[in-house]
């Protein structure tokens, strides 16, 4: 999908400082240094709207992303950085949490975890909620480029067995940001849940 204006509209730390309207809205979650910035640059095809850090905690807000009018983009807070303070931890689990639990334009998770790891505590932890509050989930397997292409299917088994994945809810593509591949298929998943025409 081709998206020619995208914004940086507003980095919100809590509900009233949401967008206003109805546009339908994806957000991204994972472990912090997971690939969100990349994965988000190479989908509107811009280097540097979403800012990558070596830093990882970086992005500390929601940060919401206007695509033309069409739909929003919401990078969340990464987790799982222990150089993160424990009172910034709770900030930003309670700043995720009220976002993800209520807010009625957002159509799907995007959930980033490394295809050269076997998912964390946090990923489980983070499926499992976002499968409690039956919120549609993409799982993406990033920086997929440095997993031999022969050892796919045992990534995908180890993610799928490690997240108890729910097949009826979820969905699995494996990225890379380097390569490009596995971005066509993460903007018709996208397309679908946000029911965008081209």
Known sequence: MKITNPKLIISAVSKKQYPAGNLSEIAFVGRSNVGKSS???????????AHTSGQPGK??????????????????????????SKAQ????????????????????????IDARH?????????????????VPILIVATKADKVASG????????????????STTSSLILFSAIKKFGAKEIWNWIKGQAELQE
Not at 61 to 74: A, G, H, Q, R
Request: hydrophobic fraction near 35%; proline fraction near 2%.
């Open 39 to 49: 994965l988000i640059n190479t989908l509107i095809e811009r280097n540097g709207l």
């Open 59 to 84: 992005t500390q807000t929601l940060n919401f992303y206007n695509l033309d009018e069409k739909l929003f983009f919401v990078d969340v807070p990464g987790y799982g950085y222990a150089k993160v």
């Open 89 to 112: 931890r709770e900030q930003f689990g309670s700043m995720v949490e009220e976002y993800l639990s209520s807010r009625d334009q957002l159509k799907g998770v995007i959930s980033l």
């Open 118 to 134: 076997e998912p964390t505590e946090d990923d489980k932890l983070m499926y499992n909620w976002l499968e409690y509050y039956q």
């Open 151 to 166: 050892k796919f299917n045992a990534v995908e088994s180890q993610i799928k067995k490690t997240l108890k994945f729910n």
